[in-house]
C-alpha cells in the first residue's frame, strides 16, 4: 500500500472572538475539534458541511495559512501513486517547519481559492499572475521559458495565449477561476486543495468549472481535496467524502457508500434536503425513519456536550449527550467511518426513533 500523501492528525483549533481591554480572550469559537483524514495519492477527497462547520478553517491549516492549536499536518513529499516503494518513507510536520523549509515544500500542495473576483491581484496582468510562482521558485529558464509554460497552462484550463497581457478585470468569473486553477498548476503540484471554487459563480458556469477539476485530475494524476457545501458536487467528483459537523468529522467513506447508505443521522438529514430520488432514501422517507435537519446549528462558542449533534438528532438517546463518539469504522470492507454511539444499529438496519 502507498503511504498516505498527506495526513492531517487531530487538529484543533480555536479563534477567539472577543477580549477585554486588557486583550485577555473573553469569548473563542471552537474551529476544529480533533479533525483527522488522510489524502492518498491521485484521489479526489470532498469535505462537506453546513457554513461554519471548519470546512475553510481545515483548509487554511493544511495550506499552512493558519496554524492548528494542536495536531500535525503530515506531508509526504516522495510518494509515488505507481510505486509501492514509497511506503514507509518518513512524512514531514508542516506544522513544525521552519519558513524557509515550509516555502521549498509549498511547490507540492497549492490552493485554489473561493472568489475568482479577490483571489487575483488586479494589478498584475496575467502572465505576471502566472509567471511570478515560476520565477519564485526558480522554474523556467529566463522571462520568455516562463511566458511558454503560462502559455501551456493557459491552454490547460481553455484559455487563448492572448489573455496574458490582459488584466483580470477583462475576464468573466468563470475565466477568472479557470486562471486561479492554471496559477495553482503552475508548481505541478501533488495535491490542490479547493475551497468551494464554485459557489461565487453562475450556475450556468459551475458544470464547466467542475468539469476542468475532473479533467485535470485525471490527466495529471494530482490529489484533490475539495471543499463544498453542495453534496452532488462531491458526488460527481470525488472517490471518497468526509462529512463535518461542528468542528469534526462525523462520517467518512468512499462516494458510492456514502450516497447509497448514509449512516449518520446528520448525513442522511443532508441527503434528504437533496432535490434527488436515492432509492435508499426514498423507503427511509416512505418509513419515516429519518427526519430533515431541524433547528439551528448550536453555537461553535459553546458546542453542546457529547455527541454535539444530539440537539437535533431524532435518534438521541440518554448517552448522546455524554458520550462524544469516536469516529470509528463500521464496514471493514468499505472503511466506511461513522461518529454515532448508534452507528452499529444503522449499519445492522436496527435503527427505531427514541
Ligand atoms: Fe444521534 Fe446519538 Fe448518534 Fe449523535 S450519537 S448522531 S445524537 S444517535
Redesign the pocket.
Known sequence: MVASLLTVNNVHKRFVTRRNWLGKPLQTVQALRGVTLQVQPAEALGIVGESGCGKSTLARIIMQLDTPDQGEVLWQPVVDPNDDKTTGASAINLCALPAGQLRALRPGFQMVFQNPYTSLNPRLTIEQTLTEPLQVHGVGNNAQGRRALAEALLAQVGLEADALKKYPQAFSGGQRQRIGIARALALNPKLLVADEPVSALDVSIQAQILNLFKQLQAERQIALLFIAHNLDVVRYLCDRVAVMYLGQI?ELTDTQSLFERPM???TQALMQARPIAEPFLARQRRDGAASGLTGEPPSPVNPPS?????PR?????A???Q?V?PLAQVNAQQGHQV?????HEWSEGLATRV
Open positions: 462525523i449518520h443521522p446528520y457529547g455527541c454535539a449533534f444530539h438528532c431524532p435518534y438521541a438517546v448517552a448522546c449527550a458520550q463518539p461518529a454515532c454511539i448508534r452507528a
